[in-house]
């Protein structure tokens, strides 16, 4: 299979789990998968469609049933030095990973993976407080305090800093919105747009919101029973609001006011983003269309 | 105080998590409200801002540090209303596999009829008419753990249907379910209000679902900042923005396009709201 610039691929990927027994699943069928360098690819899916199967095959935590996993042109199912190499490069970000943090400090906790790999003292703090000023917490005034005195976001950002100081090259998110308010949503999509830009890392974020995979993603792999449904740039994706609505998902809000639209009669684009963009094109097609839609104009 | 049309009374409700210890916390902080009875409110607020806190009073599952709470009558400090106020008042959490106790759904369903002593008979009509209302009854022999995360969510509404709840408080009960879930649940909640007439409490961080209440509280550093109807405060812009809420984001499209000078009628909330606003627009010019 070739690779180019692909950092992690799966080809014929299979997984079942609890096989021979009277509870075997298959939770994913054959997936054909290339994630380039540097790119951020949403993967969405009904809850049981496989994603979560899907993404711990991209660090080794789970082993092909059948077909195959490469990181960086290795394949994963080898064993020895090479292999647990490159399964480090890729970092993963589990569901609510707040409720695994244990050590009594902040710097502790973000500290146990680097230790784990032998680093000296130095290179472990010097990681340490690159990390946690990379999810934006201070390390002199966060460091010493208890992971439990601190909100849910803060907590959350802790739990990253200790995936991102392994240095991984490819970031799994699993769900790292969900739960949290508004501002947090916010923080945490704002820092992964900062990694990708100033650390170069190729990102895979895992979620339900539609609008979060519209504003940080360059390409929405669509899973529906362990298979691949659809996998297409974003605006392309969500443009085919029909085809996600019948697999159980969303498009978001924006796109469905557009939709409403163009259904309506107005000739307006349907793969706007953000509302910014939305908001610009309805403008244009009522310009294009009349002129008493303005209060400048009427 | 009480007017008739109270069903929940909460009357300058403080609650202090740790007090005198260096560790004390003011999570709610002189709170009164009144949930009437087939209300439908959505709380919302920042991590931290209380509404969980808060949430847990109304059926006695903390009780205040001062101030106090009355269910239709009962204040909840009296220890001899308790599971009177938890019959009347059920709550449905947020982690669908963290409530289902029973290895079969139609007896998970009938756990809390069964401590109130009920008969068999009387019993099992109540199972079968809860789970009949949160369109369950099919899977009444199945194993809970075989179904989605909107079905769990749906058999646990169903056990605290089967107390005939006159509120059901749902905390972030939808967070952890993916969109076809949320909506089953949230249809569920919506239909128990029309029909049975049952109050809903909806504590949830999304806009779009509290724009679909008839009531919106927003909590702030445990005090109530804003309440009202979603039109009304979804008007305060700038008051949301300082304490960290958003606008839904159809609300933000119509902003912008008032903005750019389009005519526009009142803030709309829905896609579909705003897309005949602008299609109307267009009507009138041709």
Known sequence: ?????????????????????????????????????????????????????????????????????????????????????????????????????????????VAFGPRNLGLDPEEVEERVRESLRWVGLDPERFGPRSPLSLSGGEMRRVAIAGVLAMRPKVLVLD??????????????????????????????????????????????VVLHRGRVFLDAPVREAFAQADRLRGVGLDVPRVTDVLLRLRAGGLPVRTDCLTVEEACEEIVSALQAGGSAWSSSEA | MSEPTALIEVDHLTHVYHAGTPHEVRAVWDVSLTIRPGEFVALVGGNGSGKSTLAKHLNALLLPTDGRVVVDGLDTRDPHALWEIRRRVGMVFQNPDNQIVATVVEEDVAFGPENLGLPPEEISGRVEEALRAVGMLEYRLREPHLLSGGQKQRVAIAGVLAM??????????????????????????????????????????????????????????????????????????????????DLPEVARLHACLVRRGVKLGAQALHPAELADQILRLRRAVV
């Not at chain 1, 999509?189 to 360059?218: G, K, P, Y």
């Not at chain 2, 007439?197 to 927003?218: F, K, L, N, P, Y």
């Open chain 1, 175 to 220: 769900e790292p919105t969900a739960g949290l308010d508004p501002r947090g949503r916010r923080e945490i999509l704002e820092h992964i747009r900062r990694w990708r830009r100033e650390q170069h890392l190729t990102v895979v974020l895992v979620s339900h919101s539609m609008d979060d995979v519209a504003r940080l993603c360059d390409r929405v």
């Open chain 2, 164 to 245: 005939r709840p006159r509120c059901i408080v749902f905390d972030e009960a939808t967070t952890m379910l993916d969109p076809e879930g949320r909506r089953e649940v949230l249809d569920t909640a919506h239909r128990l209000r029309d029909q049975e007439g049952i109050a809903v409490v909806h504590i949830t961080h999304s806009m779009e679902e509290a724009a679909e209440a008839d009531r919106v509280v927003a909590l702030h550093a445990g005090r109530v900042v804003l309440d009202g109807p979603p039109r009304e405060v979804f008007r305060e812009v700038r008051r949301l923005r300082e304490v960290q809420l």
């Open chain 1, 1 to 109: 299979m070739s690779t180019g610039d692909a950092v992690v691929a799966c080809q014929g990927l299979t997984h079942v789990y609890l096989r021979g027994t009277p509870f075997e699943a298959v939770a994913l069928e054959g997936v054909d998968l290339v994630i380039r360098r540097g790119e951020c690819v949403g993967v969405v899916g009904r809850t049981g469609s496989g994603k979560s199967t899907l993404v711990q095959h991209f660090n080794g935590l789970l082993r092909p049933t059948e077909g195959s996993v490469w990181v960086d042109g290795v394949r994963l199912d080898g064993r020895g030095e090479t292999v647990r190499e490159v399964r480090r490069r890729v970092g993963l970000v589990f569901q609510y990973p707040e409720h695994q943090l244990f050590e009594e400090t902040v710097f502790q906790d």
